[in-house]
């Protein structure tokens, strides 16, 4: 391999002393760029080639080609250019040949070699690179918008790129990117002369009606509109898609958007949509101003749209199409807030009227009113009518509860809908009752007891959550005797709750006089339901032991584990055990 090594850096070996002779690096950075160059040859000649090895070569004799002109500019050395330059392009060439020749069939190496050739400024050194990369790739339709858009932003040949779109098309008559691309070339191509260009303009026209015969698909209709609509001259192509979207796709929530949006912005201004002889303009500078007065105008011309929209396609989709676009208005404040607020109201209560009200949008509503007492009645309708729209719901169910509760302090209500509630979410309740047991604990304290036997007869998902805290309110208000005896009646209910044993020991051992006896009880219990599968149980107990009990219980408690553990857990558990004892003073047995 040694010898490939040599041999590889043998070729610029004479342009190399020639860079040092004529002074354009010194010595020091002579040898480092050999060393590079050995480094690189070395990666590029292992057993199993890297694309990466190759493409990082490449970039590194582009990077030494731009230094050698960079200093030569900069020093003023024209001595040897023409030698030197020579000798790294043809080494670039080199390694170009070699490495398509094994990278050819993966299409990223083309794609990252393009890319790098164009960050290095040397693209017009490889002008062959897109048509090689289509003649082993043709049967990708990416393939062909790559190779046109090299030939447009890189070599310039607009022709080029021209004749590979409309060959791509050939292969690929369905590629949406291909008919973009074309489409857009043609634009831009009639537009950018300033004389009329009627024979361009009818190819653009020819290029849309060979889309429109090989895919039927609004999305794709619409990114057509909208390339349309950024070329001046474009007025009878922009008319030909909005008629064929109002024709084909009459029943799409998304054709409608876009009539009304190209309303709002001036594009069009019959405020009686898809009907027929819709006049068209070209750009917002070409619009007839007595056709429009004002910005208001302007919007309630769409909002007559949405609003013929809603009646027609009653859907979600629909109605959040209407809000978003009242949305993206509002965010400019300057011209008509009070007005666009009014709109969004109507459409949000218009919306919720027919059902079609999305989630988010009742959220939006909400934050409209509330932090204002005097809209109290309106927001609780709202909130009615999002939990009735939305009835499965955990959050808005909890904006609800926590508004009543402690916002409007509604008692009566609250409890009222804490009940539908929890009858419809079920075992998905537990946010609701934790806002119930906030507020008892807060006004009713005389019924918290009542409330934590109410939930421990709950569905586990529920009560199982609730046992460590009833727990703790028992030896908190009634004392570690009441606590004890309650606990032991928990503790053996199923489902069994571990929580429930590690609130129950944190209670014991927080007594001021513990009693190792019952201390001992929640961690025995542990270890006994939770044993099996749990090492931690075994350790907690272990570290009692250590800490408030009797270090001659350890030895029976670790040969418990190890024989209740499976064998993963186990050695999980010995090694948690040998990695406790070498740290603790008091387990020398």
Not at 49 to 78: A, P
Not at 251 to 279: H, I, M, S, T
Not at 293 to 302: G, K, P, V, W
Not at 349 to 363: A, I, P, R, S
Request: hydrophobic fraction near 35%.
């Amino acid at each position: 391999m040694a010898e490939f090594v040599e041999k590889g850096c043998e070729e610029m070996i004479p342009e190399l002393e020639q860079m040092k002779r004529i002074k354009l690096f010194d010595d020091n950075e002579i040898r480092k760029i050999i060393k590079n160059l050995k480094d690189h040859e070395y990666k590029i000649g292992r057993l199993i080639k890297s694309k990466d090895d190759f493409l990082s070569y490449f970039s590194y004799l582009m990077v030494v080609l731009n230094l050698v002109k960079q200093r030569r500019l900069k020093l003023g050395i024209k001595e040897k250019q023409a030698g030197i330059d020579y000798a790294i392009i043809k080494k670039i060439k080199q390694l170009y040949k070699r490495s398509r020749m094994r990278f050819q069939s993966d299409l990223s190496f083309w794609v990252d070699l393009m890319k790098l050739s164009k960050i290095e400024n040397f693209q017009h050194h490889l002008p062959g690179i897109a048509d090689r990369m289509l003649k082993v790739h043709q049967d990708k339709p990416r393939c062909w918008h790559i190779s046109a858009q090299w030939h447009i932003k890189e070599t310039r040949d607009i022709e080029r790129a021209r004749k590979q779109l409309l060959k791509g098309l050939h292969f690929h008559p369905k590629a949406q990117i291909l008919y973009k691309d074309l489409l857009e070339l043609e634009l831009y191509e009639a537009c950018s002369n300033e004389e009329d260009t009627p024979v361009e303009l009818k190819r653009a026209e020819l290029v849309y009606q060979q889309a429109r015969k090989h895919i039927k698909d609004i999305d794709f209709t619409i990114k057509l509109l909208d390339i349309a609509s950024r070329f001046k001259k474009t007025k009878n192509l922009q008319k030909i898609i909005m008629d064929d979207l109002v024709k084909n796709f009459s029943d799409e929530p998304k054709a409608w958007d876009k009539q009304a949006r190209r309303e709002f912005q001036g594009l069009n201004y019959n405020p009686c949509p898809f009907k027929d002889n819709v006049d068209y303009i070209d750009d917002i500078d070409d619009i007839d101003k007595s056709k429009k007065n004002n910005f208001r105008d302007y919007l309630n011309s769409a909002i007559e749209i949405y609003e013929s929209a809603t009646k027609l396609i009653p859907t979600k989709e629909m109605w959040s199409l209407y809000i978003n676009f009242l949305l993206e208005i509002g965010k400019d404040n300057s011209t008509l807030p009070n007005y666009k607020s009014k709109l969004l109201k109507n459409a949000l209560t218009n919306g919720h009227d027919q059902n079609n009200l999305e989630e988010k949008y009742y959220w939006l509503w909400i934050k409209v009113f509330e932090n204002n007492k005097k809209n109290s009645e309106k927001l609780i309708k709202i909130l009615s009518s999002a939990t009735e729209a939305h009835p499965e719901s955990v959050e808005l169910w909890k904006q609800k509860l926590n508004y009543l509760f402690f916002y409007f302090d509604q008692e009566d209500l609250a409890l009222s809908e804490f009940n539908k509630a929890k009858k419809i979410l079920k075992n998905k309740a537990f946010p609701l009752w934790k806002i119930k047991l906030l507020y008892i604990n807060e006004k009713h304290p005389e019924q918290l007891e009542e409330f934590y036997l109410t939930a421990l007869k709950e569905a586990p998902e529920i009560s199982l959550k609730f046992k460590p805290a009833y727990i703790k309110w028992v030896a908190t208000t009634k004392g570690i005797k009441k606590a004890r005896h309650i606990y032991k009646e928990l503790s053996i209910q199923p489902p069994f709750c571990l929580e429930l044993h590690n609130e129950m020991s944190n209670i014991e051992v927080n007594q001021p006089e513990i009693s190792q006896q019952n201390a001992r009880h929640p961690y025995e219990m542990a270890v006994i339901q939770f044993g099996k599968n749990n090492v931690d149980v075994w350790i907690n107990y272990i570290i009692f032991e250590m800490n408030q009990g009797y270090v001659i219980n350890i030895t029976n408690i670790y040969q418990r584990a190890v024989k209740t553990l499976s064998t993963v857990d186990s050695d999980n558990f010995i090694s948690r055990f040998t990695l406790l004892k070498a740290n603790s003073v008091h387990m020398d047995y």
